[in-house]
């Protein structure tokens, strides 16, 4: 007899992904989804729009006190964003 070596779906399913390209748009919409668990309910009320574009988060916002406040801590909300999708997916947060 043989023993075969056994692969773990999520292992199957990743490499799926990463074959077809698609690893990196899935982990985008993670990222634009866990916007309101990493900034706050009260922060994510006053949040318009949120997508991505070469690696930099754009975010609306419609208060400007609130605007300027998330404008300092830029750098802490892109690497609180990434640490919770798990992986290097922007680089930058754009506060507008």
Avoid: H
């Amino acid at each position: 007899m043989f023993r075969r070596k056994e692969i773990p779906v999520n292992d199957i399913v990743l490499q799926i992904l990463r074959q077809q390209g698609l690893e990196t748009p899935l982990l985008q919409r993670r990222l634009i989804a866990l916007w309101e668990d990493v900034v706050g309910p009260v922060v994510a009320r006053y949040t318009k729009e949120k997508y991505i574009k070469n690696q930099t988060l754009v975010v609306k916002v419609s208060n400007a006190a609130l605007r300027a406040d998330l404008t300092m801590f830029r750098s802490q909300l892109c690497d609180k964003l990434n640490a919770a999708v798990g992986a290097r997916i922007i680089s930058e947060v754009r506060i507008i």
